[in-house]
């Protein structure tokens, strides 16, 4: 379950993400989704996945591999729950790199709007 995971010790609720920054290859990456994944896609600006990862009901836990953490969250600007996958730049500072976004699962979409619900 996602909000009693932990990423490297701390837990969900402890979890800074105050700042994310997008490498010119990662957001040609987020950009291009369609091209490179076809049309069951959608292409991702860095603005809606960083509203995402700093919505105040995301979902945030360690990546199943590399080490990244992953985050489930609503971007208001996309009108959507993305799921967006950063790596830690400055933990303490609660600064990341962005390294992936697309749209969450439709499993992904009922466990953020369980906890939107729940209001944690």
């Not at 969900?12 to 997008?22: K, P």
Request: one cysteine or more; hydrophobic letters at 35%.
């Amino acid at each position: 379950m996602w909000s009693t995971e932990e990423y490297r010790d701390i837990p969900d609720s402890s979890l800074r993400i105050e700042a994310i920054e997008w490498t010119d290859e990662r957001v040609d990456l987020i950009r291009n989704r369609t091209k490179r994944l076809g049309s069951g896609e959608i292409d991702i600006e860095p603005k809606w996945a960083t509203e995402a990862a700093m919505d105040v009901y995301r979902l945030a836990g360690p990546a199943h591999s590399g080490g990244s953490l992953q985050v489930v969250g609503f971007s208001q600007s996309c009108r959507a729950v993305l799921k967006v996958w950063l790596y830690p730049k400055d933990l303490e500072a609660g600064a990341w790199y962005g390294a992936s976004a697309c749209l969450a699962s439709q499993t992904n979409q009922r466990q953020y709007k369980k906890r939107k619900e729940e209001g944690n």
